[in-house]
């Protein structure tokens, strides 16, 4: 018997939560009563360890200027080697509030305006934002999808990578929100092609730890010696604490470090960590293994329930049970057009799930929703799902 009820839904109203308070966020439409299935934010209490060590740390009264030491380190390290057999050197750690500052930072430390950024879309929609927003190229090696089944184009990979304009490539691995766990002999041909080409991976892993029963993420750094990798997790999808901006960026080369702190330190002096944050990460990493082993068994339930529903109310849906994340990626488009289908969602029916279009133009026709809360909400969700689409095909 577990030590969690992950069967309850928790009121987070007035907590100032973008899932749930700011759904206008999405679209100004959207009701204050909306099911918010959107996000990629669990339904789930944060470990009661992590709460406990928050008070306490409070309970001292001082919340000054302060920076990681050995206990942070350790932590990290322990977690990465118990979870993934990953040993990683103290001195690779580097704090950073947030994956997707730390990738600001990469861009626009290591590559120049005009050149390019290679993404694998549909992919996470912020990668595009911030390569447009600093004045790089985006260059998209599209992903095959095969019958759901989503893989690398290499050829295609080789000839982006291959031209000299292309400096950077962003993996995501697990990919999002696709779902792919990338295996040891994909991750070794990504490598192989950038390596040959000299161009520099920021490695997003900040999924590793979701993934399926039988299904193992691979630390991309741990299959080579290619020194122009840079790694980034993060606690904030694993423990569902998503809203404090902490990330650890992993880099091994010392020429890549200099650029790192030239870029965080003189430009955006990061070295400080918030006191709370270096708590939350010791706490989680040391004492909350169980609380992610339960999660994600759980989640695991909810995607064979989600199969289970579709395949009964809606079986010409396009799907395939994710090998990562806690998100799933749907496509209604043998029923309905997406486009009146989230209009009717948002409108009538009071749900709200991710447009996939977001994504990148090859997410047309999908829908990317979590799975990640009890499954009474999941279920209400698709129950108004198929009214929806029920109501679009009787017309």
């Known amino acids: ?24 966020f999405v679209d100004n439409r959207v009701s204050e009563t909306a099911l918010p299935l959107w996000l990629s934010d669990m339904e789930f209490k944060i470990a009661e360890e992590i709460q406990k060590a928050l008070i306490e740390r409070i309970e001292k009264g001082f919340l000054g200027h302060s920076m990681p030491g050995d206990s942070y380190f350790k932590a990290i390290q322990g977690w990465y080697k118990r979870r993934f057999n990953w040993d990683i050197d103290k001195d690779s750690i580097f704090y950073s509030p947030g994956a997707l500052p730390a990738l600001g930072f990469v861009i626009r430390g290591f590559t120049k305006e005009g050149e390019g950024v290679i993404i694998q879309e549909p992919v996470f929609y912020p990668f595009a934002e911030l390569i447009k927003g600093n004045n790089r190229k985006v260059v998209n090696n599209q992903l095959i999808n095969d019958n759901e089944n989503y893989r690398i ?26 779902g792919r766990v990338w295996t040891e002999e994909e991750l070794k041909k990504v490598v192989k092609l950038c390596r040959g ?38 606690l904030g999808k694993t423990f569902n604490v998503g809203g404090v901006p902490i990330s650890q ?12 702190r030239s870029e965080t330190r003189l430009k955006h002096y990061i070295a400080f960590a918030p006191p709370l944050d270096m708590v939350l990460t010791e706490t989680a990493y040391n004492k909350c293994d169980y609380w992610v082993d339960e999660v994600m068994e759980y989640v695991e339930d909810n995607f064979d329930f989600l199969v289970e529903y579709l395949d009964k109310h809606l079986p010409k849906t396009k799907y395939k049970k994710p090998e990562g994340t806690f998100l799933a990626w749907i496509n209604f488009g043998a029923y309905v057009d997406c486009e009146e289908l989230f209009e009717l969602l948002i409108t009538k029916y009071d749900v709200l799930i991710e447009d996939g279009r977001t994504f990148g133009k090859s997410g047309t026709g999908y829908f990317r929703m979590t799975v990640a809360c009890p499954r009474s909400f999941l279920k209400e969700g698709l129950d108004r799902i198929v009214s929806a689409i029920n109501e679009l095909t009787d017309n």
């Open 1 to 24: 018997m577990g030590r969690l009820n992950l069967d309850i839904l928790h009121d987070r109203r007035g907590t100032d939560c973008v899932k749930w308070d700011h759904k206008d």
């Open 153 to 178: 184009d290499f050829d295609d990979l080789e000839l982006k990578v291959k031209d000299p304009n292309n400096t950077m490539m962003i993996l995501c691995t697990p990919h999002n929100p696709v």
């Open 249 to 260: 960026i992993i880099i091994n080369d010392e020429e890549l470090r200099k650029v790192w």
């Open 197 to 234: 080409n000299d161009v520099l991976i920021f490695s997003d892993e900040l999924h590793c730890d979701a993934t399926r029963s039988g299904v193992t993420h691979i630390p991309t750094m741990t299959i080579t010696d290619y020194n122009r990798i840079i790694t980034a997790v993060a």
